[in-house]
Structures are given as C-alpha cells and as structure tokens.
C-alpha cells in the first residue's frame, strides 16, 4: 500500500495553506479576545474595529487556504496575505491604543486586499482554467 503524505512537499500552495491556517485560526483568539475580555474595556466604536479585523482575517485566512489548491495564484495570495496583516492589524491596534491615525494605515491595507482580488480574477479571466 502506498501511503501519501500530503504535507512533505514545499510547494508554494503548502505555503498558501500554512498561511491561510495561521490567519484563520489566529482570528479565532483575537475574537474570543474581543468578545469577552475586551468588550468591558472597548467603547462601541473600538469594539467595532476590532470586530471588522476579526472579519476580514478570518474571511481572508479562507481565501488563503482556497488559493493553496490553485496553481499560479501565488502574487494574489501574497497581496491577500499582506492587506490582511496590514488592514486587521491597524484596525486591531486602534482599537487597543485609540490611536487615530492608525485609520490612516487601514485604507492601505484595503487596497492591497482590493489589488489581490483584481489580480486573481484577471488571472482567472485570462487562463480560462486557473489563475
């Protein structure tokens, strides 16, 4: 009988799956966090901050983990993965530190996510088959 291993190659979709676990089963301790220790200490505005990162990480981290089943989808994955960090993390540190300049940075973070959602669907468009 031949056994597979599905984890012993390095490809880049092995990496698109780890990344897409990390941030979606990271969202989870954020939003546990959230939704119990911070909700006493979060007005509603920064509790909702904070609720929108967990969101978008997590919707993110799935996305990531779909990717890892296509080839060719590894610069669309890579803006995925960094507009995540980016846009989740500033919205989660405006929540922390009420620092509002911080909104400043989550549009950035925005865009990129916008850029790997264009460039997926312009893969998917011109291959026919895959991005």
């Known amino acids: 009988m031949v056994q597979t291993r599905p984890f012993a190659d390095r490809s880049p979709g092995r990496t698109r799956l780890a990344?897409?676990?990390?941030?979606?089963?990271?969202?989870?301790?954020?939003?546990?966090?959230?939704?119990?220790?911070l909700k006493a200490r979060l007005?509603?505005?920064?509790?909702?901050?904070?609720?929108t990162a967990v969101q978008y990480?997590?919707?993110h981290g799935l996305?990531?983990?779909?990717?890892?089943r296509i080839e060719g989808a590894g610069r669309p994955a890579a803006l995925l993965a960094a507009g995540t960090v980016v846009f989740s993390g500033s919205l989660y540190a405006?929540?922390?530190t009420g620092a509002r300049w911080l909104g400043?940075?989550?549009p950035l973070g925005g865009l990129v996510l916008l850029?790997?959602?264009?460039l997926l669907a312009a893969r998917a468009l011109r291959s026919g088959n895959s991005p």
Do not use: D
């Open 43 to 51: 007005g509603a505005e920064a509790l909702g901050w904070w609720q």
């Open 63 to 68: 996305a990531l983990l779909a990717l890892s």
């Open 57 to 59: 990480q997590m919707w």
């Open 104 to 106: 400043a940075v989550t």
């Open 115 to 118: 850029a790997g959602w264009a």
């Open 94 to 96: 405006m929540a922390l």
């Open 19 to 37: 990344a897409g676990a990390a941030l979606a089963g990271l969202a989870v301790a954020p939003g546990a966090f959230g939704a119990h220790a």
